[in-house]
């Protein structure tokens, strides 16, 4: 698939793309935290129904998708949460799930080990203090890690995401040890966007790009054992294209996200022919290896 998207980007044949070949689904903005700093959607009462999911997946596919990675809010506080997994699979797609880690549990894994492709969880600090000053849990840190030994048990490759804020830009290198214990297929960190709530703590969260790619340099000679996927704010920028979990298709942008129509009603290639859709940005972006 890498290959395939590599050749896409030389031959400047990603022009005639009908579909994006990964989309992002947040399938619900119901979350179980309140994370200051959270960029996902924000109290959207509507969410598709099982059938209506389903039906997405059969025309994404269709579209030519290849990758979907399912997300929120928290994902896993949808009931039907492994029934989707399990039909995106069997159409073909390759299905990472993005979560904060608390939910899992061993029936969950047993149900869906053999159809995710990837498990991303978020570690932002070192210890419990940290990851309570930034994300309002006070056990959160001790859980995440303990269920992190659990999807390493099972077998599904991990990928651990760090959003690199003022309140953990000097614990980097702390979370990283932590971070090699997991053995990851990648480490994607990447800088503060704000975007939804974390807009308004703007200030509170904000690095400059300079302090991002000072840490780049420090952390990548640091942990050059690592996979690591550094996305500043840019990175985001045009490149994804996102659902959200009333059917909305929205294209990032650094302090917002636009909406380019809904799913339900209007064709995949019409949406992706957008001209929101920076459409050789996000082939680049997916090909990306484990990226998200």
């Known amino acids: 698939m890498l290959q395939n998207q590599l050749q896409l980007l030389e031959s400047d044949t990603f022009k005639e793309l009908t579909a994006p070949t990964k989309v992002c689904w947040n399938l619900t903005s119901r979350c179980n935290l309140q994370c200051k700093f959270c960029y996902g959607p924000q109290n959207i009462k509507q969410e598709l129904n099982t059938i209506q999911v389903k039906k997405v997946l059969d025309k994404l596919k269709k579209a030519g998708v290849q990758r979907i990675v399912l997300s929120g809010g928290e ?5 039907d949460i492994h029934k989707i997994i399990i039909h995106a699979y069997s159409l073909g797609l390759t299905i990472s799930l993005a979560t904060n880690g608390l939910l899992l549990n061993e029936m ?3 149900q869906t080990k053999n ?3 990837m498990i991303e969880i978020t570690v932002d600090g070192p210890d419990n203090k940290i990851e309570e000053s930034m994300r309002g849990n006070k056990k959160i840190f001790h859980q995440i890690t303990k269920n992190l030994e659990m999807v390493k048990s099972k077998g599904i490759p991990i990928k651990i995401n760090t959003m690199v804020c003022k309140k953990n830009f000097l614990l980097i290198e702390q979370i990283g040890l932590i971070v090699k214990k997991y053995n990851p297929k990648c480490w994607k960190i990447f800088q503060f966007i704000p975007k939804n709530r974390g807009r308004l703590y703007k ?3 904000e690095i400059t790009n300079q302090e991002f790619e000072q840490l780049k340099q420090k952390i990548t000679n640091k942990f050059s ?3 690591i996927i550094w996305a500043s704010k840019d990175f985001f920028n045009g490149s ?9 298709v929205m294209i990032p942008e650094i302090e917002k996200d636009n909406q380019i129509g ?3 009603t209007q064709s995949v290639e019409e949406l992706w022919n957008n001209t929101l859709v920076d459409k050789k940005k996000h082939i680049q972006q997916a090909a990306v290896p484990y990226e998200s």
Not at 75 to 79: A, D
Not at 240 to 248: R, S, V
């Open 75 to 79: 994902p896993l506080l949808r009931k």
């Open 108 to 110: 969950f894994l047993e």
């Open 115 to 117: 159809y995710l492709s």
């Open 203 to 205: 200030e509170e969260f």
């Open 225 to 227: 054992e690592l996979d």
């Open 240 to 248: 994804y294209f996102d659902i959200y979990p009333n059917g909305n």
């Open 262 to 264: 809904n799913i339900l």
